[in-house]
């Protein structure tokens, strides 16, 4: 005798499993909200970010040091101190200085590495990841490498000296004046291969139909790259760009790494004088300052983003 089981109706077995479902615990069901998993991560950040950002807006306009055991309400004091003392502003142009030029030595090496490394082959993603590497390491340990090798007797000038087979010994971290842009070049070094790795993405996105049309008509690689690539990087370039400026407006742990802010503070960036402002009791002022900063930030980013986007609208 042969028992036949009748088939089982689809939609009833999901029926029955929303059932179970609306049946369940209250409590067994609450715990299921995604929201609750961002509650820890939210406190630590209104703990550790929005409440010290808050306070800086505050603590400008008191008179907070390590030398009075109270804090009163002083209004714009600190502002006219600060802008009287003329430092502030003496920082402000080193940091402005820096940021260009390390926009500038980070984009022409990052863009000049993806043009050159942009085929796929086994070599070059071997020389991108290589390049990528400083990306990866802190930026003070960056910072102390390039201060040994910099130094007198260095590793740079020993290669030089065997180079030219004679003994150098040029102070490369030792001029008021160029000090600057060789701390800018070890910052675009550092960074140079975030800004390869965007360009290489916005090289794969330009449409091979474009090339195969261009070198059809005889275009050589330099009108295809000015003409048609170069354009349609635009969006790369506002990111790459943007972040270097911003980046290096808050810069800190290179300089400081490097030169500390010498020689003669001339490379004395904002922060570096803020955090000398600050280790010297004057809480005060130093957040002043940290919000001058601030300030400064979003009157340049904001433009510039602007500026950049518009662009992109207008090659497209």
Not at 194 to 211: D, N, Q, R, T, Y
Request: with cysteine; aromatic share 12%.
């Amino acid at each position: 005798m042969t028992i036949t089981r009748p088939a089982r109706d689809p939609l009833a077995t999901v029926e029955s499993a929303l059932e179970v479902a609306r049946t369940r615990p209250a409590a067994r069901r609450k715990l299921e909200h995604p929201w609750l998993f961002i509650v820890p991560a939210f406190a630590v950040l209104v703990v550790f970010f929005f409440t010290p950002t808050l306070l800086n807006m505050v603590y400008p306009f008191t008179d907070w040091s390590a030398f009075k055991s109270e804090i009163n309400f002083v209004g714009l004091d600190n502002f006219r101190r600060v802008i009287e003392d003329g430092s502030l502003f003496a920082a402000l142009r080193i940091t402005l200085t820096y940021a260009v030029l390390v926009a500038i030595f980070q984009n022409l090496f990052g863009l000049g590495l993806a043009v050159l490394l942009e085929r796929d082959t086994i070599l070059n993603r071997i020389a991108r990841a290589l390049f990528f590497l400083p990306v990866l390491i802190s930026a003070l340990a960056g910072g102390y490498i390039a201060q040994a090798m910099l130094k007198p007797d260095g590793g740079l000038n020993q290669i030089l000296g065997f180079l030219f087979g004679r003994d150098v010994a040029v102070a490369w971290l030792g001029s008021t004046t160029w000090t600057i842009v060789v701390v800018a070049l070890v910052h675009g070094w550092k960074w140079m291969g975030l800004a390869m790795l965007v360009f290489l993405a916005g090289l794969k996105s330009v449409p091979s139909e474009l090339i195969e049309a261009a070198r059809i008509d005889g275009a050589s690689p330099w009108q295809i790259f000015r003409n048609i690539k170069f354009p349609l990087l635009a969006p790369a370039v506002t990111f790459n760009v943007a972040t270097a400026l911003i980046g290096t407006l808050n810069g800190f742990d290179i300089v400081q790494a490097t030169t500390g802010g010498g020689p003669a503070r001339s490379t004395e960036v904002l922060n570096i004088f803020i955090f000398r402002t600050f280790g010297s009791g004057l809480y005060a002022q130093a957040s002043t300052m940290s919000l001058v900063l601030f300030l400064c930030v979003v009157a340049i980013a904001i433009p510039l983003i602007t500026y950049l986007r518009r662009r992109e609208r207008v090659l497209a």
